[in-house]
């Protein structure tokens, strides 16, 4: 189980990460442009991930990774079940997200 205070701990370590409100979710950005969002309604997280490890995290844990529905879920945007999913994982799955936005950036 990972909590939002761990999410936001995790999410603001990123070099020049910033929190900030999107739409009834919070978000965490990277040179403006979303890699993470919190819905605390559901608690549940969305990372923007490529699609092969959107492919690859869903394989292995469907209940706790699944691309989101619709046209957003095929361009990488995947849910992570937060009570779920496994802190080591839910960082791995962070990084990674962090890392897809950063990169198509530069």
Request: glycine share 2%; hydrophobic share 40%; no cysteine.
């Amino acid at each position: 189980m990972v909590s939002i205070e761990t999410f936001r701990e995790l999410a603001l370590a990123f070099e020049n990460a910033t929190e900030e409100p999107h739409f009834e979710k919070t978000s965490f950005r990277i040179n403006k442009k979303i890699f993470a969002t919190f819905d605390e309604k559901n608690n549940h997280a969305v990372l923007k991930l490529n699609e092969i490890d959107q492919s690859v995290f869903s394989a292995s844990s469907e209940m706790i990774f699944y691309p989101v529905p619709n046209k957003w879920g095929k361009q990488g945007w995947t849910i992570v079940e937060l009570s779920k999913v496994r802190p080591e994982m839910f960082e791995d799955a962070l990084s990674l997200s962090y890392q897809n936005v950063i990169s198509k950036k530069k």
